[in-house]
């Protein structure tokens, strides 16, 4: 069972800067692929951005390429998303994600997450 923290989050104004870090523990092998999606109320959970651990492999999503940078240590299991120039679009509960067994893409839709965390709230005003 792979446990996962997520930190960061919280209110900004459109064009500013958010930080998000997610810690997982128990259960990662050698190699795994992490990345974040997010759900806006009534929408459906979008996968934004994903990495092959250690390999370094990315994927954004459109809507977010150019804005947001995912990175990771390996050596920690810990990922990160530094997200620029928000938008209040961007407004979502943000979860963390891992596929605890090696892969050789990043995860781009939600069966390639096994475990998630909890979420924590990015909101963008106007």
């Known amino acids: 069972q792979v446990q996962l923290v997520e930190s960061g989050g919280g209110l900004v104004q459109a064009g500013g800067s958010l930080r998000l870090s997610c810690v997982a523990s128990g259960g990662t092998s050698n190699g795994y692929v992490m990345g974040w999606f997010r759900q806006a109320p009534g929408k459906e959970r979008e996968v934004v951005v994903g990495?092959?651990?250690?390999?370094?492999?990315?994927y954004y999503a459109d809507a977010v390429k150019g804005r947001f940078t995912i990175s990771s240590d390996y050596t920690k299991n810990t990922v990160s998303l530094q997200m620029n120039s928000l938008d209040p679009e961007d407004t979502a509960v943000y979860y963390c994600g891992v596929r605890a067994t090696p892969w050789a893409t990043p995860p781009r839709q939600m069966h390639d997450f096994d475990y998630w965390g909890q979420g924590t709230q990015v909101t963008v005003s106007s």
């Open positions: 990495i092959v651990c250690p390999r370094g492999y990315t």
